[in-house]
C-alpha cells in the first residue's frame, strides 16, 4: 500500500517515491519552489468517514505540556473543543482550528471526525534510537484495536527517524491489522496511522518553519514567535496538521490528491509553505500576532490555545484556503 511521500525537492520526488506508502509532510523548502495551481482530482477510492479516535503514542520523552500542545490540537478539531468566537484580547477572534477542519467535509459531507483517542508513552525508546518505516508501523500497531482510529506516532527530538528531515518531517500510510476480523469500516483490513517527528534540534529549519530561520532559500525578516513557545512542538503541529488532512482525505492512495500517486500532493502537502494571506516563496503570509508576546497565530482551540496552521485545499473554491481570509 503506498504511502503519500511529500518530498521537499521536486527532483527527489522520484527516490523518495520508492517507497510505498502516505503522504508525508515534507522539509518546507519545497514550498520554496513556486508551485502551479492546485487541483486535487478525486480517484474515488475509500476515505476516512464517520467518527474517529486519533491515539498517540510518545516515543522518546516529551514534557507534560509538549503533550498537550499535540493533545489540545486534537481537541480542538472537533466543534464542542473548539474556543469561542468571543474572548480575544485583541479585538476579533480568529477563527476556530474547527472551521479549519470543516473543510474536510468539502471533499466528502461525513469526512471523519476527529477526536482524541488514548496516549501510550513509551520513554525507555522500546525499539532503540534509531526507526525505520517498518519500526514506525510496528509502533503504531500497539495502538491498537484499530477500528475507527488513527495511530499517531510522535518521536522526541533525539530519535533518528529513517529519511527525518533528508525529505521529510512525517509520514502517513497504512498498515495491515493484525486480524482480518478487526478491520472495522477502515480499508478492508488496514488502519490508517501516521508518524511526525519533533523537529527542534535535527532540523528546525526545514520542519518547523516559519518559526526557525530556513537552511537555505528565501529568507524572511526573522523567523516567527511560535503560538506555543516551544518551536519543535509547534513545528510539529505544522506537521501533524498535514498529516492528518491527508490521512483522511488520502488514507489508502485511492482519495484526493494530484502528482504521482506514489509521491502525491494531498489537501494541505499541496498548499504547503502557505499559512496566511498574501503568502509566497519564503513568507508565510499575514497573521495575526499576539501584542504581549509577538507569538504568530492563526486559529483558536481549546482553552483559547492558539495555532498557526497551514492552507488547507477548498474543494469548493479550488484555492488553498487559509484560516485567516
Ligand atoms: C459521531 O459522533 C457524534 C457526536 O458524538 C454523533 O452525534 C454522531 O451520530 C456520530 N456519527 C456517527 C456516524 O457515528
Same mark, same amino acid.
Given at each position: 500500500?503506498?504511502?503519500? &511521500?511529500?518530498?521537499?525537492?521536486?527532483?527527489?520526488?522520484?527516490?523518495?517515491?520508492?517507497?510505498?506508502?502516505?503522504?508525508?509532510?515534507?522539509?518546507?523548502?519545497?514550498?520554496?519552489?513556486? $508551485? /502551479?495551481?492546485?487541483?486535487?482530482?478525486?480517484?474515488?477510492? $475509500?476515505?476516512?468517514?464517520?467518527?474517529?479516535?486519533?491515539?498517540?503514542?510518545?516515543?522518546?520523552?516529551?514534557?507534560?505540556?509538549?503533550?498537550?500542545?499535540?493533545?489540545?490540537?486534537?481537541?480542538?478539531?472537533?466543534?464542542?473543543?473548539?474556543?469561542?468566537?468571543?474572548?480575544?484580547?485583541?479585538?476579533?477572534?480568529? /477563527?476556530?482550528?474547527?472551521?479549519?477542519?470543516?473543510?474536510?467535509?468539502?471533499?466528502?459531507?461525513?469526512?471523519?471526525?476527529?477526536?482524541?483517542?488514548?496516549?501510550? &508513552?513509551?520513554?525507555?525508546?522500546?525499539?532503540?534510537?534509531?526507526?525505520?518505516?517498518?519500526?514506525?508501523?510496528?509502533?503504531?500497531?500497539?495502538?491498537?484495536?484499530?477500528?475507527?482510529?488513527?495511530?499517531?506516532?510522535?518521536?522526541?527530538?533525539?530519535?533518528?527517524?529513517?529519511?527525518?528531515?533528508?525529505?521529510?518531517?512525517?509520514?502517513?500510510?497504512?498498515?495491515?491489522?493484525?486480524? !482480518?476480523?478487526?478491520?472495522?469500516?477502515?480499508?478492508?483490513?488496514?488502519?490508517?496511522?501516521?508518524?511526525?517527528?519533533?523537529?527542534?534540534?535535527?532540523?528546525?529549519?526545514?520542519?518547523?518553519?516559519?518559526?526557525?530561520?530556513?537552511?537555505?532559500?528565501?529568507?524572511?525578516?526573522?523567523?516567527?514567535?511560535?503560538?506555543?513557545?516551544?518551536?519543535?512542538?509547534?513545528?510539529?503541529?505544522?506537521?501533524?496538521?498535514?498529516?492528518?488532512?491527508?490521512?483522511?482525505?488520502?488514507?489508502?492512495?485511492?482519495?484526493?490528491? $494530484?502528482?504521482?500517486?506514489?509521491? /502525491?500532493?494531498?489537501?494541505?502537502?499541496?498548499?504547503?509553505?502557505?499559512?496566511?494571506?498574501?503568502?509566497?516563496?519564503?513568507? /508565510?503570509? $499575514?497573521?495575526?500576532?499576539?501584542?504581549?508576546?509577538?507569538?504568530?497565530?492563526?486559529?483558536?482551540?481549546?482553552?483559547?490555545?492558539?495555532?498557526?496552521?497551514?492552507?488547507?485545499?477548498? !474543494?469548493?473554491?479550488?484555492?488553498?484556503?487559509?484560516?485567516?481570509?
Amino acid at each position: 500500500m503506498p504511502h503519500s &511521500l511529500v518530498p521537499f525537492l521536486l527532483l527527489l520526488a522520484a527516490a523518495a517515491a520508492a517507497a510505498t506508502g502516505a503522504g508525508a509532510a515534507t522539509p518546507r523548502q519545497l514550498f520554496l519552489v513556486s $508551485q /502551479p495551481p492546485v487541483t486535487l482530482t478525486n480517484h474515488h477510492g $475509500q476515505l476516512l468517514t464517520g467518527n474517529y479516535s486519533v491515539n498517540l503514542l510518545w516515543y522518546g520523552r516529551f514534557t507534560p505540556a509538549q503533550r498537550a500542545v499535540v493533545a489540545d490540537f486534537i481537541l480542538s478539531l472537533s466543534p464542542s473543543g473548539s474556543g469561542t468566537a468571543s474572548g480575544s484580547a485583541s479585538g476579533s477572534a480568529a /477563527p476556530s482550528v474547527a472551521a479549519w477542519w470543516a473543510t474536510t467535509a468539502r471533499y466528502h459531507p461525513g469526512a471523519a471526525r476527529l477526536s482524541l483517542g488514548r496516549q501510550v &508513552l513509551d520513554t525507555s525508546l522500546s525499539l532503540g534510537r534509531r526507526l525505520s518505516e517498518s519500526s514506525l508501523a510496528s509502533l503504531a500497531s500497539r495502538l491498537g484495536p484499530h477500528r475507527s482510529t488513527v495511530a499517531v506516532v510522535v518521536t522526541a527530538p533525539d530519535v533518528l527517524v529513517d529519511g527525518f528531515c533528508l525529505s521529510r518531517c512525517g509520514l502517513h500510510a497504512s498498515a495491515s491489522t493484525p486480524s !482480518p476480523a478487526s478491520s472495522g469500516h477502515g480499508g478492508r483490513g488496514r488502519f490508517a496511522y501516521a508518524w511526525v517527528g519533533n523537529p527542534a534540534e535535527q532540523c528546525p529549519g526545514e520542519c518547523a518553519w516559519p518559526f526557525h530561520q530556513p537552511p537555505y532559500g528565501p529568507q524572511q525578516p526573522a523567523p516567527l514567535v511560535s503560538p506555543n513557545a516551544d518551536v519543535g512542538m509547534d513545528g510539529a503541529v505544522i506537521t501533524l496538521a498535514t498529516l492528518l488532512a491527508g490521512a483522511v482525505t488520502n488514507p489508502y492512495g485511492g482519495g484526493f490528491f $494530484q502528482g504521482p500517486a506514489e509521491a /502525491p500532493l494531498e489537501a494541505v502537502s499541496a498548499c504547503a509553505g502557505v499559512f496566511g494571506a498574501g503568502a509566497y516563496p519564503g513568507y /508565510p503570509g $499575514q497573521m495575526r500576532v499576539d501584542a504581549a508576546t509577538g507569538a504568530s497565530y492563526n486559529a483558536v482551540g481549546v482553552a483559547g490555545r492558539r495555532f498557526l496552521l497551514p492552507a488547507m485545499w477548498d !474543494p469548493a473554491t479550488a484555492q488553498c484556503s487559509t484560516p485567516l481570509v
